[in-house]
């Protein structure tokens, strides 16, 4: 609901409510204060509540915005207690011994929470509800409950859990079939429940039983993770003097590279997707995340911070700035990365978001370990086999790349399309091997209508090379919207083909790709041909041709 | 040591019944001209890959960037062992196909018009020493090549004026190796797949 509000300010003064699905239903998932002073309740149907409210804003759910505001609110708390869990955006538990101790009691401690976490949820702080019992089961139910407290906290003392959950009824331990059976025998109450000995629960109800029925009791089925948070991994240098030069900074963030994959490789992990953060003198922030298919080693990634230094600190070189604390630009970055900016290979496809240049040198470089992964090690083939061959590819392969730069050496990998050059991607070497568009969609192959049959042409252009496609007459053969041919084509001159072009002796099309018309930058309308070209040199020539706002290009020789 | 079974590569198919052997040898280069070399070079990225062997293509920046991915796998190329290195400036051309000869089995580079032989003997010598093959297309290679294949004229089935679909191709191949050449039409566009 937070996330709506932020969203679309206007719905700061109108009743609102959150709509989600429920089976064949649509309910109400949060109510705005002024949607529920007009009678609408959480887990109504959604019809019932636009009868209670007039002129209710119906809007649709957005768990990933959800996950993003609540982060804010466990961050806040964490400034109270370190060791916290989210269960799902909207609920978070902690143990409560320590804090507890710290600040005076569990009142106090609640007081504290609602204190610290109201003020975020303005206009609307009357929703933090704060619950203490022993499990986090009675726990979360008085949380539930302190929305009728004034105060909006409920403690239920130590011990007292089993007495306070014997009133809820049995539909309080969300397994609907479980309680539909208690009802039937007459066991309404969570106290009627856990008044059964535990053994005959277990002997009727099995396992899951006996897990519900220590919930009804009072018990935490799986108690809070106590263990040590992971350690921070993150390695950052400051640089004094200021580097404004490519191979200082780069020197610095070798060693950094150095001493990240030293400290993952005392824990038996390795690093596969790596995040570059550089801070300029004048306050910028720069990120680049870089990706790689196996684990990085230190020379590889010491290689990606250097070329990614090379953009930042090249003049007029591309670069992304973030403003500083705005994480939501962050991930976006990130699944920019994970999109493929380096799609095609067509040059440098770092930071298409905000183009601007460094404006000073480079203060403090940091690299933070995305993902990491148990690193299995290396395992040479026996004499040296196909282990060795990769790793001599891989050195030279990566030495060329120093050489030529990143997106100058790959490997094609197949993908959905429909023209030859579009089943093809290029993949930076060192890069995961993976499509952008799917071969395959929910373990069915993917449809692509239109498709140029097999076989794939051998030569296929990046850029297509303009041509001439001529009727019997020397005109322009042309195709109708309906992809009639109007005129047989008769010629084909290019200067790619052997001797310049020829006459057709056969043709076949057109295939007609009305494509992307969704987006302005990348749609196209075009009608495809096969074309056998006889030329005085060569004897007869396949090519792919295509007509697009009448003109003609030579897209591949066969 | 490297026995003499380990250094040759088996070439399947109607292009193998043509070369000496039915197979390439390493350490050696192999020079393809004709119109329809591009299916031809496919061909043999194919019998090196295939083998767990790694092979590399050169493009020039002089040159359209031209390679098909697609055909490749259709001619049962490994992708996943075929590097390909892209827009190759004039004045790095034989440093990087030297460096990629050094870790690759096979390295397909178009001759460009500016090859010089000092460059060319070179680039051999590279080849010999590290048991790896170079394979050179169009242009006129200024050195001793050990096997040059021309895939010239070629006669296309299947398509007729407004009807049909491309199916295969007849391609005149003639390979000049040691003895006499051989030459034969074969079809390469009959493909794994």
Redesign the interface.
């Known amino acids: 609901m937070l996330g709506a509000y932020r969203a679309r300010p206007e719905l700061r003064d109108r009743p609102f409510m959150v709509r989600e699905r429920s089976g064949p239903r649509e309910v109400v998932r949060a109510a705005s204060p002024l949607a529920r002073a007009d009678g609408v309740m959480v887990g109504m149907r959604r019809r019932e509540a636009e009868a209670r409210s007039a002129g209710l804003v119906v809007v649709d759910a957005d768990p990933s915005a959800e996950a993003r505001e609540f982060e804010q609110i466990a961050r806040a708390v964490e400034a109270i207690t370190p060791r916290l869990e989210v269960a799902e955006p909207g609920v978070l538990s902690f143990p409560t011994r320590g804090p507890a101790r710290y600040f005076g009691g569990d009142a106090r401690l609640a007081a504290e929470i609602h204190a610290v976490v109201g003020p975020l949820l303005r206009p609307d702080e009357q929703q933090v509800r704060v619950g203490i019992a022993d499990g986090r089961y009675a726990a979360r139910l008085a949380a539930r409950a302190a929305g009728r407290e004034r105060s909006r906290i409920l403690v239920v003392a130590p011990g007292g859990s089993g007495e306070f959950l014997a009133p809820f009824p049995v539909a309080a331990l969300g397994d609907e079939r479980l309680a539909e059976l208690l009802v039937r025998l007459g066991l309404l109450t969570l106290g009627d429940f856990a008044n059964l000995p535990a053994a005959d629960v277990l002997a009727r109800f099995g396992s899951d039983g006996q897990l519900r029925h220590g919930m009804a009791r009072g018990f935490d089925p799986t108690p809070a993770d106590l263990s040590v948070p992971p350690p921070d991994l993150v390695e950052s240098i400051e640089l004094d003097p200021p580097a404004a030069r490519v191979d200082t900074a780069a020197f610095a963030a070798k060693g950094l590279a150095d001493r990240l994959l030293a400290r993952l490789a005392e824990r038996g992990l390795g690093c596969t997707r790596v995040r570059v953060e550089a801070e300029t003198e004048h306050g910028e922030r720069l990120v680049r995340v870089w990706r790689h298919e196996g684990a990085l080693t230190p020379a590889a990634l010491a290689e990606r911070v250097r070329w990614q230094l090379d953009g930042w600190l090249a003049a007029n070189a591309p670069i992304t700035r973030v403003a500083d604390g705005d994480t939501r630009a962050l991930q976006d970055l990130s699944a920019l990365a994970d999109a493929g900016c380096l799609d095609t290979?067509s040059g440098q496809g770092f930071g298409r978001g905000g183009i601007d240049t460094t404006t000073g040198g480079l203060v403090l470089l940091r690299l933070v370990p995305e993902a990491v992964i148990a690193d299995s090690g290396r395992q040479l083939g026996f004499w040296g086999g196909?282990a060795a061959?990769?790793e001599?590819?891989?050195?030279?392969?990566g030495?060329?790349q120093g050489?030529?730069g990143y997106?100058?050496?790959?490997?094609?990998?197949?993908q959905g399309g429909r023209t030859?050059a579009e089943?093809?991607r290029?993949v930076p070497?060192g890069e995961p091997?993976e499509p952008v568009r799917p071969l395959q969609v929910g373990g069915e192959v993917a449809a692509w209508p239109g498709q140029i049959?097999?076989?794939?042409?051998?030569?296929?252009?990046?850029?297509p090379?303009a041509a001439e496609f001529l009727d019997a007459s020397g005109a322009p053969v042309r195709v109708n919207g309906r992809g009639d041919?109007l005129t047989?084509p008769a010629v084909v001159r290019c200067r790619?083909l052997?001797d310049g072009g020829g006459p057709?002796?056969?043709?076949?099309g057109p295939w007609l790709h009305d494509v992307r018309w969704w987006d302005r930058a990348a749609r196209q309308r075009c009608a495809r041909f096969?074309v056998?070209v006889d030329?005085v040199?060569?004897?007869?020539?396949?090519c792919l041709i295509t007509i697009e706002r009448g003109r003609a290009h030579l897209d591949?020789?066969? | 040591m490297v026995r003499a079974h380990e250094r040759a590569l088996m070439v399947g198919g109607a292009l193998g019944e043509l070369l000496p052997g039915g197979c390439l040898r390493r350490g050696s280069v192999i020079h393809l001209h004709?119109?329809?070399r591009?299916?031809l070079q496919?061909a043999l990225l194919a019998a090196v890959t295939r083998s767990?062997?790694?092979a590399?293509i050169v493009e020039s920046r002089d040159g359209?960037?031209?390679?098909?991915?697609?055909?490749?796998?259709?001619a049962g190329v490994d992708?996943?062992?075929?590097?390909?290195?892209?827009?190759?400036?004039r004045e790095?051309w034989a440093?990087?196909v030297g460096?990629?000869l050094?870790?690759?089995?096979m390295v397909v580079a178009p001759v460009p018009a500016y090859a010089r032989p000092a460059d060319a003997r070179r680039l051999l010598a590279r080849a010999r020493e590290r048991q790896a093959m170079l394979v050179v297309t169009g242009g006129s290679w200024p050195v001793d090549a050990a096997l040059r294949i021309r895939a010239?004229?070629?006669?296309?089935h299947g398509?007729?004026?407004?009807?049909?679909?491309?199916?295969?191709?007849d391609v005149?191949v003639v390979v000049d190796g040691k003895g006499a050449p051989r030459r034969a039409c074969v079809d390469?566009?009959e493909?794994a797949g």
Do not use: K, N
Request: glycine share 10%; hydrophobic share 50%; with cysteine.
């Open positions: 290979g196909d061959a990769a001599r590819a891989d050195r030279v392969l030495r060329i050489m030529l997106a100058a050496v790959g490997t094609c990998v197949v030859p089943r093809i290029f070497w091997r049959p097999a076989p794939a042409p051998s030569r296929v252009f990046v850029a090379i041919v047989a790619e052997p057709v002796r056969g043709w076949c096969q056998v030329t040199g060569a004897g007869e020539v396949a591949a020789i066969y | 004709g119109a329809q591009s299916a496919l767990g062997e790694w590399a359209p960037a031209d390679f098909a991915g697609l055909a490749a796998l259709e992708l996943e062992r075929c590097a390909l290195v892209r827009a190759v400036p790095r440093v990087v460096a990629l050094e870790g690759m089995t010239g004229r070629g006669v296309w398509l007729e004026p407004g009807e049909g679909l491309l199916r295969s191709c005149h390469l566009f493909r």
